[in-house]
Structure formats: C-alpha cells, structure tokens
C-alpha cells in the first residue's frame, strides 16, 4: 500500500529554474525522509524532517511539511544538470517500516 | 566513508533456478533492510531486520523468498525458484536503529529472470 504519493509523476526545466516536488501521506507520521535516486543506482538520504520540524534546508534544498495538510514539499533551487533524478519521499507504515512513494522523475536540461 | 556492500550487481537467471544475493551492512547498523523495485517504480520493502530478528515480512512472498542474517551483520536474500516477474532491482539498506534514522543503500543487485 502507497503511503508517500509524489507529484508531479515527471518534471522537465532549464538549469538555473528551481524545482518543486511534493509529497502527500495518508496517516500520521514521526518524520518523512527525501531520497534521491540517480539512474539505475541506489538510493541517497537527503534530507529527514520531524514531525514537530516546519521547514528545513541543506544546502540547495529545502523541504517542508504540513502535518495538517499530510504533505510536504521538496524545492530545489538553482537546479544543476546533476539533479536529474529521482526523488522520493519515505514515511512510516505500519509498524516501524518504510514506505516509499512511487518518485517524481526530474529531468533539468542544460 | 562507509558503505553497504551488496553482490552481485548483477545477475541473469533461467526461470525455476535458484538465485541469492548478499549484502554487508555499516558496521554498527541495526536495522538493514531488503527492498524491490520495479522499474519506474519506488523501492517496495521486501525484509525488515532489527539485529537478526525480522521485524516485518509482510510483503515478502514467503512460498519462494527467504531471507536471513545469522549473527545480525551479513544478510543474505533468497529465491527459489525464480520466476520471470521477478525481474527488478534488488537493494539493500541499513540504518542505525529503525525508521527514525536515515537509510544508507548499497548500490543493488539487478536480476533479470529469462
């Protein structure tokens, strides 16, 4: 069962363009994870915001969460060429699992 | 730096053999993970481990999939036998204690089922 649902499924921009990505949830959650994911290869940790966090940076990136609105949102800014990507967010399933969503694709064109 | 181990990378199987694929964990983690993704897809957690004992194998199709880790270090994935859907990303993670840490993921291994 898909808890995290990125939108939009696939996003195309020009270097230099930020990049939004959203993720929404459907239960209550201790924190949601960013990952990114470069083709065909493993995943990388980006940012982990708590549930009693709004908003948080790391370097280029920016994440917020509602936890009324059960949604977050992944901004990139300044995009690179080496942000194309996939991006998904990960929340808590039942129990102590993860559950990831199913990715936006951003492509950034130089 | 440290990082998760897994191998092979990649791994072509008939259909009805047997197939296992192996991952290292960072040292120190207690939780390591097995998830499968589909092309296009998000990774779908197959295993869970805290230590050497399974946390959640909800979604693990148990009448041919099999996972392990002993002495809660190494893990080892099974399947037998395998079969054509089973084709995809097979990736491993480890995290320090459960979900409220983040995960470290090994590179994968990519079977491909003919």
């Known amino acids: 069962s898909q808890q995290g649902e990125e939108d939009p499924q696939a996003l195309s921009i020009q270097e230099g363009e930020n990049a939004t990505m959203n993720c929404s949830y459907k239960?209550?959650?201790?924190?949601l994870q960013w990952y990114r994911q470069n083709s065909g290869r493993g995943l990388v940790h980006l940012i982990l915001i708590r549930s009693n966090e709004r908003e948080k940076h790391s370097g280029r990136l920016r994440v917020t969460l509602d936890t009324s609105k059960k949604s977050s949102s992944l901004l990139i800014t300044a995009s690179r060429a080496a942000d194309t990507a996939s991006y998904f967010c990960?929340?808590?399933?039942?129990?102590?699992?993860?559950?990831f969503g199913k990715g936006t694709r951003l492509l950034v064109k130089p | 730096e440290a990082e998760v181990a897994q191998s092979p990378r990649y791994k072509i199987t008939e259909k009805s053999q047997a197939v296992a694929f192996w991952c290292d964990p960072i040292?120190?983690?207690?939780?390591l993970y097995w998830y499968r993704q589909i092309l296009g897809q998000g990774p779908e957690l197959l295993v869970q481990?805290?230590?050497?004992?399974?946390?959640?194998d909800s979604q693990l199709p148990k009448d041919r999939f099999s996972a392990e880790r002993l002495k809660g270090v190494d893990s080892t994935l099974k399947i037998q036998p395998a079969e054509l859907g089973d084709s995809a990303m097979y990736l491993c993670a480890s995290s320090l204690a459960g979900v409220v840490y983040e995960q470290y993921f090994g590179p994968g291994t990519r079977l491909t089922v003919t």
């Open positions: 040292s120190g983690h207690a939780t």
């Open positions: 239960t209550s959650i201790n924190n």
């Open positions: 481990f805290q230590d050497e004992s399974v946390v959640d």
């Open positions: 990960a929340t808590e399933g039942q129990g102590f699992s993860f559950i």
